[in-house]
């Protein structure tokens, strides 16, 4: 038994950990840092207060000075992006731990019209989670309790600010496990991605937060508190106020408090790793996994070969397979392994036999599963380390899924780039298509954007499928939404937030 | 070229947690995730190696246990195993299976399939008896080097680099010999699946601790299983004054 214990650490130890990959490399800032945002972009700033001492002796007076932290250094990890692609320039962090004190915060900011910035895990793709110019950071991460899990019904509740990953692991003592998963697990916090209404790995089997989300408990811009923290499966009581903080990116309200509809853990999961020869066959493969596997079917991804070799050179991480064009993972969760063994093998095997896939690898074993979910979580921090990013992710019809990688290289094909490739959520028909380079350069990105929103709106799909608007997207929302539901949104925008304190720059053109 | 016989033991994945059964007899297995012992399929992998280089003519992988244990022989003849042998030992026989039993067997085995060359985890990560490799050099009087960490074999002998306290031990061995795998002989491969459909298709030979004259009587009774003691939890102190003074009040400093 202790063995076990000791290997674990030994096997963790040879493997290089990916959690505190992500944890590490999240607070390690280094000579890369990105431009200041208001000197690379054309924004102005609002007309907010500039902090004075005497706000940040009232913030001081109710939290603590421990509590609200204006050292540079410190501020410095709050005021840039995971990807490195914004900075602001807030030099004051504040930290509440309890509902009332996210409260008293709001109330004094509108009153004094200061704008906030609210923050989660600081793990969103869009520039949305940090200030543009000198916002005051509200940050979650002290807000982390898990307050109740109900084993029967499988309903979570708990704060705002609890890591994803923490939750998970409570929930496993239950028997059971979030409803959503993706790579950013180990950092990110539910507040954060119900607020992105974060997609992820499992979408295609587990639904998104609008589905799983049952209530929340939201501050609005002027410190009222709105309890929306329904547990009940079933509740047709007026208009369904909690899907607006859904997705709405801190723009409408904090939130604070999440009830969280949670799937038991499944007893089996296997997962298989493949290798194709050509996009036509990862659709053929895809039909095939929903007709064969159907309900065992939990996820269902693809990664092209230039993406992989971002785990592969610049993360040193192992594949097994040799090189193909194109690599699928393929995972069933299920209740009898027996039974989704012999199905997935039999898939594979039919397969492999009429060619559609060339190779491939399946595992029920927990940490080679690990392994090679690694290859697929860790291509965003994979891809940090080619340079500069310029991350897109778009739904489009699942025929065209891969057609932008193409177009993109043909139209890039004299520019000076480092990689361009696509991988993502193929089940959900949502590509995460990335252009890297050394360096940022307006150039480049005056070639790639409007371009790849016009491409996207042309078929009709969505130039934000699960990462959401932030600061960067804004004045393309357009491509995916009419002027008529876009003035709504304004509207609900002053309704809740009338002197546009929450989140300014973001979401909204 | 060598016939090489490995060993390969079904245990709980090394991922999950364990827990202790309430009446302290074991740990509970029912329902939870097994797969091979670790460092058994390093062992597999070292021969598949061999082969591949042209070292080792065939390689049969053993497993002693219920009928799941053939779960671990698939995965080894996924890996490039060429034949399996399940000895098959189940129930409360199973239970108290302890390594001088399994070490009979092997040693058995190795006998009527003429091998040159045994290659075994260094210890199962459920027991942690770490002496299996070492009652089966015993029994059939080979040569033994435990905890390899490298494996050259020449035409008649086997080259071992050890890992021992503080470095590195080399040794070399006269075949017939058995070698300990330890962590860093080498990283497992994945199998792939045309491989784990061929695995399908070879064999394995079912037998029983009788078929093979061993008697599986328990020497050791197992009297309590139980949790490590938990840590006690820690304090935060608001500076470093206070921590020394708290290190000085417990005697620490
Ligand atoms: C490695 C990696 C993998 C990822 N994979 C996926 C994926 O598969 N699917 C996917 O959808 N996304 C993915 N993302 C992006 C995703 O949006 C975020 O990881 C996550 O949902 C954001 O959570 P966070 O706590 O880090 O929020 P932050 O980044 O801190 O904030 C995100 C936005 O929400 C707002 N916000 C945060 N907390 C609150 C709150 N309590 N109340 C109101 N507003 C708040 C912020 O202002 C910001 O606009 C990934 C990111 C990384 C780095």
Same mark, same amino acid.
């Given at each position: 038994?202790?063995?076990?214990?000791?290997?674990?650490?030994?096997?963790?130890?040879?493997?290089?950990?990916?959690?505190?990959?992500?944890?590490?490399?999240?607070?390690?800032?280094?000579?890369?840092?990105?431009?200041?945002?208001?000197?690379?972009?054309?924004? %102005?700033?609002?007309?907010?207060?500039?902090?004075?001492?005497?706000?940040?002796?009232?913030?001081?007076?109710?939290?603590?000075?421990?509590?609200?932290?204006?050292?540079?250094?410190?501020?410095?990890?709050?005021?840039?992006?995971?990807?490195?692609?914004?900075?602001?320039?807030?030099?004051?962090?504040?930290?509440?731990?309890?509902?009332?004190?996210?409260?008293?915060?709001?109330?004094?900011?509108?009153?004094?019209?200061?704008?906030?910035?609210?923050?989660?895990?600081?793990?969103?793709?869009?520039?949305?989670?940090?200030?543009?110019?000198?916002?005051?950071?509200?940050?979650?991460?002290?807000?982390?309790?898990?307050?109740?899990?109900?084993?029967?019904?499988?309903?979570?509740?708990?704060?705002?600010?609890?890591?994803?990953?923490?939750?998970?692991?409570?929930?496993?003592?239950?028997?059971?496990?979030?409803?959503?998963?993706?790579?950013?697990?180990?950092?990110?916090?539910?507040?954060?991605?119900?607020?992105?209404?974060?997609?992820?790995?499992?979408?295609?089997?587990?639904?998104?937060?609008?589905?799983?989300?049952?209530?929340?408990?939201?501050?609005?811009?002027?410190?009222?508190?709105?309890?929306?923290?329904?547990?009940?499966?079933?509740?047709?009581?007026?208009?369904?106020?909690?899907?607006?903080?859904?997705?709405?990116?801190?723009?409408?309200?904090?939130?604070?408090?999440?009830?969280?509809?949670?799937?038991?853990?499944?007893?089996?999961?296997?997962?298989?790793?493949?290798?194709?020869?050509?996009?036509?066959?990862?659709?053929?493969?895809?039909?095939?996994? %929903?007709?064969?596997?159907?309900?065992?079917?939990?996820?269902?991804?693809?990664?092209?070969?230039?993406?992989?070799?971002?785990?592969?050179?610049?993360?040193?991480?192992?594949?097994?397979?040799?090189?193909?064009?194109?690599?699928?993972?393929?995972?069933?969760?299920?209740?009898?392994?027996?039974?989704?063994?012999?199905?997935?093998?039999?898939?594979?095997?039919?397969?492999?036999?009429?060619?559609?896939?060339?190779?491939?690898?399946?595992?029920?074993?927990?940490?080679?599963?690990?392994?090679?979910?690694?290859?697929?979580?860790?291509?965003?921090?994979?891809?940090?380390?080619?340079?500069?990013?310029?991350?897109?992710?778009?739904?489009?019809?699942?025929?065209?899924?891969?057609?932008?990688?193409?177009?993109?290289?043909?139209?890039?094909?004299?520019?000076?780039?480092?990689?361009?490739?696509?991988?993502?959520?193929?089940?959900?028909?949502?590509?995460?298509?990335?252009?890297?380079?050394?360096?940022?350069?307006?150039?480049?990105?005056?070639?790639?954007?409007?371009?790849?929103?016009?491409?996207?709106?042309?078929?009709?799909?969505?130039?934000?499928?699960?990462?959401?608007?932030?600061?960067?997207?804004?004045?393309?929302?357009?491509?995916?939404?009419?002027?008529?539901?876009?003035?709504?949104?304004?509207?609900?925008?002053?309704?809740?937030?009338?002197?546009?304190?929450?989140?300014?720059?973001?979401?909204?053109? | 070229?060598?016939?090489?016989?490995?060993?390969?033991?079904?245990?709980?994945?090394?991922?999950?947690?364990?827990?202790?059964?309430?009446?302290?007899?074991?740990?509970?297995?029912?329902?939870?995730?097994?797969?091979?012992?670790?460092?058994?399929?390093?062992?597999?992998?070292?021969?598949?190696?061999?082969?591949?280089?042209?070292?080792?003519?065939?390689?049969?992988?053993?497993?002693?246990?219920?009928?799941?244990?053939?779960?671990?022989?698939?995965?080894?003849?996924?890996?490039?195993?060429?034949?399996?042998?399940?000895?098959?030992?189940?129930?409360?026989?199973?239970?108290?299976?302890?390594?001088?039993?399994?070490?009979?067997?092997?040693?058995?085995?190795?006998?009527?399939?003429?091998?040159?060359?045994?290659?075994?985890?260094?210890?199962?990560?459920?027991?942690?008896?770490?002496?299996?490799?070492?009652?089966?050099?015993?029994?059939?009087?080979?040569?033994?080097?435990?905890?390899?960490?490298?494996?050259?074999?020449?035409?008649?002998?086997?080259?071992?680099?050890?890992?021992?306290?503080?470095?590195?031990?080399?040794?070399?061995?006269?075949?017939?010999?058995?070698?300990?795998?330890?962590?860093?002989?080498?990283?497992?491969?994945?199998?792939?699946?045309?491989?784990?459909?061929?695995?399908?298709?070879?064999?394995?030979?079912?037998?029983?601790?009788?078929?093979?004259?061993?008697?599986?009587?328990?020497?050791?009774?197992?009297?309590?299983?139980?949790?490590?003691?938990?840590?006690?939890?820690?304090?935060?102190?608001?500076?470093?004054?206070?921590?020394?003074?708290?290190?000085?009040?417990?005697?620490?400093?």
């Amino acid at each position: 038994m202790l063995t076990q214990m000791i290997i674990r650490k030994l096997f963790n130890l040879r493997n290089a950990n990916k959690r505190n990959n992500l944890k590490l490399s999240q607070r390690c800032f280094s000579s890369h840092l990105p431009e200041l945002t208001k000197n690379r972009y054309s924004v %102005k700033r609002g007309n907010y207060a500039v902090l004075t001492e005497d706000h940040k002796q009232f913030f001081i007076d109710l939290l603590g000075s421990t509590r609200v932290i204006t050292n540079p250094d410190e501020c410095l990890s709050y005021n840039v992006d995971w990807i490195k692609n914004v900075r602001g320039y807030s030099t004051c962090i504040l930290k509440p731990k309890t509902t009332e004190e996210v409260s008293n915060i709001l109330a004094f900011c509108n009153d004094n019209r200061i704008a906030v910035c609210p923050q989660g895990g600081n793990t969103g793709l869009v520039g949305g989670s940090v200030p543009v110019f000198d916002e005051v950071v509200l940050s979650t991460s002290l807000m982390n309790k898990i307050y109740s899990i109900n084993d029967t019904s499988g309903v979570l509740v708990c704060q705002s600010g609890c890591i994803l990953e923490n939750i998970d692991n409570a929930l496993e003592e239950h028997g059971l496990m979030a409803p959503l998963d993706l790579g950013a697990k180990g950092s990110c916090h539910i507040g954060g991605n119900v607020s992105t209404n974060a997609g992820g790995l499992r979408l295609l089997r587990y639904g998104n937060l609008h589905g799983s989300v049952l209530g929340l408990e939201v501050v609005k811009a002027d410190g009222e508190v709105i309890d929306l923290l329904s547990t009940l499966k079933k509740d047709n009581t007026g208009f369904h106020l909690k899907h607006l903080f859904i997705g709405s990116e801190g723009t409408l309200g904090i939130v604070t408090k999440v009830a969280l509809q949670c799937p038991p853990k499944p007893r089996a999961v296997n997962l298989a790793f493949l290798g194709l020869q050509s996009f036509e066959h990862i659709l053929r493969t895809l039909k095939r996994a %929903k007709q064969e596997l159907a309900e065992i079917l939990s996820s269902c991804e693809m990664i092209d070969a230039s993406t992989l070799d971002v785990c592969t050179d610049n993360l040193k991480l192992k594949s097994p397979l040799s090189q193909y064009p194109f690599y699928m993972l393929i995972e069933t969760h299920g209740s009898n392994n027996e039974h989704d063994q012999e199905k997935l093998n039999k898939f594979l095997e039919d397969a492999i036999a009429e060619e559609y896939i060339l190779d491939g690898t399946t595992t029920n074993e927990i940490n080679k599963m690990k392994h090679i979910w690694d290859l697929r979580e860790r291509i965003t921090e994979g891809y940090t380390k080619d340079g500069y990013v310029f991350k897109y992710d778009v739904s489009l019809p699942i025929e065209k899924f891969y057609s932008i990688v193409p177009a993109m290289r043909e139209k890039l094909a004299n520019e000076d780039t480092v990689r361009i490739s696509g991988y993502g959520h193929l089940g959900d028909g949502n590509i995460h298509f990335q252009v890297s380079a050394r360096e940022f350069s307006q150039q480049l990105l005056k070639k790639i954007e409007p371009y790849v929103y016009e491409y996207t709106s042309d078929l009709r799909g969505s130039i934000s499928a699960e990462h959401g608007i932030g600061f960067r997207k804004p004045k393309y929302i357009h491509y995916s939404k009419s002027s008529g539901s876009i003035k709504i949104m304004k509207q609900l925008k002053t309704m809740f937030d009338p002197y546009g304190i929450l989140n300014p720059y973001k979401v909204l053109p | 070229m060598a016939r090489v016989l490995v060993g390969v033991k079904r245990v709980i994945d090394y991922a999950v947690k364990i827990r202790v059964k309430p009446d302290k007899t074991g740990v509970v297995t029912d329902g939870v995730k097994h797969s091979m012992n670790p460092f058994d399929e390093i062992a597999v992998e070292e021969a598949v190696r061999l082969k591949e280089k042209k070292l080792a003519s065939e390689i049969i992988a053993i497993t002693c246990g219920p009928a799941q244990s053939q779960e671990a022989l698939r995965t080894a003849l996924a890996m490039g195993v060429d034949k399996g042998i399940h000895v098959e030992v189940s129930g409360p026989e199973y239970e108290t299976l302890q390594p001088i039993h399994v070490s009979k067997i092997l040693a058995k085995i190795a006998q009527n399939e003429k091998i040159d060359l045994i290659i075994l985890g260094k210890q199962a990560i459920d027991d942690d008896s770490n002496q299996t490799a070492q009652m089966t050099s015993g029994f059939l009087d080979w040569s033994l080097a435990t905890f390899a960490s490298k494996i050259e074999k020449g035409e008649k002998d086997v080259t071992v680099t050890r890992d021992i306290d503080g470095g590195h031990e080399v040794v070399t061995l006269k075949l017939p010999a058995i070698v300990s795998a330890d962590l860093r002989l080498n990283e497992p491969r994945y199998a792939t699946l045309p491989n784990i459909m061929k695995a399908k298709k070879k064999p394995i030979q079912k037998l029983s601790p009788k078929d093979l004259g061993v008697d599986t009587t328990p020497r050791i009774k197992i009297i309590s299983v139980e949790d490590p003691p938990t840590r006690q939890a820690g304090q935060i102190v608001p500076d470093v004054d206070t921590l020394i003074a708290k290190l000085k009040e417990k005697g620490h400093c």
